[in-house]
T-cell receptor, first 113, second 113 residues
Framework: ETGVTQSPTHLIKTRGQQVTLRCSSQ?????VSWYQQALGQGPQFIFQ???????GRGNFPPRFSGLQFPNYSSELNVNALELDDSALYLC????????????FGPGTRLLVL | RKEVEQDPGPFNVPEGATVAFNCTYS??????FFWYRQDCRKEPKLLMS???SGNEDGRFTAQLNRASQYISLLIRDSKLSDSATYLC??????????????FGQGTILTVHP
């Protein structure tokens, strides 16, 4: 196991609602990245956090936002959910000096109806 | 054009076969390259890094050609347990996307008895 945990494992929401997904990084890892994986596609980079600051962002609208806490746990918030937001959301943690080694959590499956 | 493109597959091979996956990338500034493996409904896991000199890990051989921006993975003596989706991945060189992983869409491999 990678030591990265995510909650919840599954979630069903309706269009327009808001959702918060949580990630607990592997011990000592101070960088966390979030990815969205639609069915049949590879994961897509949403954003990365380092020392509680956003440190890079992919091509996602502002309604996707995040937080990183002093203990390096993290949240992904999505407002005004759309049907296309249905996907597997993955977080990955790494050490700042070792970005090539990212450990993925098991993901949260979000279904938007 | 996608930044990382893979053979769409799926590949369906008998046990003991040799199978090769190809991948191309468009961002010449990409610094590092990897192959990840993803089992059904699970998170991606690092299979191996890819170097210009080529690298081998047991039955798996990966190769990078920076001039043609081409990456390959060769699996020899396929096992049933090799059945999974194989993801070709690049990592950005730095700046605001430091540590960002860019995934291909993945190639499904099924090894049958």
């Amino acid at each position: 196991e990678t030591g990265v945990t995510q909650s919840p494992t599954h979630l069903i929401k309706t269009r327009g609602q808001q959702v918060t997904l949580r990630c607990s990084s592997q011990s000592g890892h101070n960088t966390v990245s979030w990815y969205q994986q639609a069915l049949g596609q590879g994961p897509q980079f949403i954003f990365q956090y380092y020392r509680e600051e956003e440190n890079g962002r992919g091509n996602f609208p502002p309604r996707f936002s995040g937080l990183q806490f002093p203990n390096y746990s993290s949240e992904l918030n999505v407002n005004a959910l759309e049907l296309d937001d249905s996907a597997l959301y993955l977080c990955a943690s790494s050490l700042a000096g070792r970005p090539e080694t990212q450990y993925f959590g098991p993901g949260t499956r979000l279904l938007v109806l | 054009r996608k930044e990382v493109e893979q053979d769409p597959g799926p590949f369906n091979v008998p046990e003991g076969a040799t199978v090769a996956f190809n991948c191309t990338y468009s961002n010449s500034a990409s610094q590092s390259f990897f192959w990840y493996r993803q089992d059904c409904r699970k998170e991606p896991k690092l299979l191996m890094s890819v170097y210009s000199s080529g690298n081998e890990d047991g039955r798996f051989t990966a190769q990078l050609n920076r001039a043609s921006q081409y990456i390959s993975l060769l699996i020899r003596d396929s096992k049933l347990s090799d059945s999974a989706t194989y993801l070709c991945v690049s990592r950005d060189a730095g700046g605001t996307s430091y540590g960002k992983l860019t995934f291909g869409q993945g190639t499904i491999l099924t090894v049958h008895p």
